[in-house]
């Protein structure tokens, strides 16, 4: 009896000292809480004041709006747009709705605006890069990612191929359908540059019914025609330069120039200009 009483006093030592453990653990974990509670409403009340204090500062007034990027957005339009204005205080201008206000311009196709100390602000544009025209009812600027971006007008000074074949009734009833006509037609203007023809050349781009596509392309002497087709069309602009050569060897010239003849892909038909 007198062990078994020893060895019951020890098994409550141990569990009090156990218990008196997890107190200590407890208490512990709680005071460091309470501590970096207390570190994190001093630093948080401290950067409010500073906030305060600089917010309301002349030493951070703006003095200098910077661009960078501009081809055809004007500064002094985005200035109006964006409500930046110098002298106000760098901290207090609301740089993401003078972001927002700048993609209203039509030739903005992103703005990127950030503080810089003591008086600063930067902007950075990134404009729509045009690469042609689309008739679409009216005639409107297509960028070289194939984005329709704004309707053109004469001051813009655009001397770009016209891209036919469409109407806006089409546009709206197929528009990603027709997305990816426009993208082709892109390609196809890259392929000629590539194939050694001046993008100049180009006046119109036809998209033809079930996919393919005629060009109206000056030379030294008038507009010719040339139907493409819709598909090798690296291979068919080397056919183009060929038959040019051939006639030009002989004096003669093509009105047109038919390369689309699935039955017989390695001819071209031509119909000669009239002789003047």
């Known amino acids: ?21 997890a107190w200590r653990s407890m208490l512990g974990a709680a005071l460091r809480t309470l501590a970096a509670a207390a570190l994190s409403v001093a630093l948080s009340l401290g950067a409010w004041q500073a906030w305060r204090w600089a917010a309301a500062s002349d ?18 339009e985005l200035l109006r747009r964006s409500g930046l204005k110098i002298g106000e205080n760098l901290f207090r ?19 990127r605006l950030e503080r810089r100390l003591p008086g600063e602000v930067r902007v950075r544009i990134a404009e729509h890069r045009p690469a042609a025209l689309v008739q679409l009812g009216g005639l409107y600027v297509l960028d ?14 655009l001397d770009l191929p016209i891209l036919t074949g469409l109407s806006r009734e089409a546009w709206v009833e197929r528009k990603p359908e027709l997305q990816l006509r426009l993208f082709s037609a892109l390609h196809l203007l890259d392929t000629w540059q590539a194939s050694g023809f001046p993008i100049a050349a180009i006046s119109e781009v036809r998209l033809d019914e079930g996919g393919g596509f005629t060009l109206f392309a000056h030379d030294a002497i008038g507009v010719q025609e040339v139907r493409l087709g819709s598909s090798d069309i690296a291979l068919k602009l080397q056919r183009l330069a060929q038959v040019r050569g051939v006639l030009a060897r002989r004096g003669e010239r093509a009105a047109r120039i038919d390369l689309d003849n699935p039955a017989r892909p390695d001819q071209a038909a031509a119909t000669l200009a009239d002789k003047r």
């Open 1 to 21: 009896m007198t062990f078994k009483a020893l060895q019951m006093a020890q098994v409550r030592k141990v569990e009090a000292e156990r218990d008196r453990a």
């Open 59 to 76: 030493m951070f007034a703006v003095r200098e709006i910077r661009f960078t990027g501009l081809v055809r957005a004007r500064e002094a």
């Open 93 to 111: 201008a609301d740089l993401a709705r003078a972001s927002r206000a700048m993609l209203a311009d039509p030739w903005v196709s992103s703005a």
């Open 144 to 157: 070289d990612e194939g984005r329709l971006f704004k309707r053109a007008a004469a001051e813009d000074g």
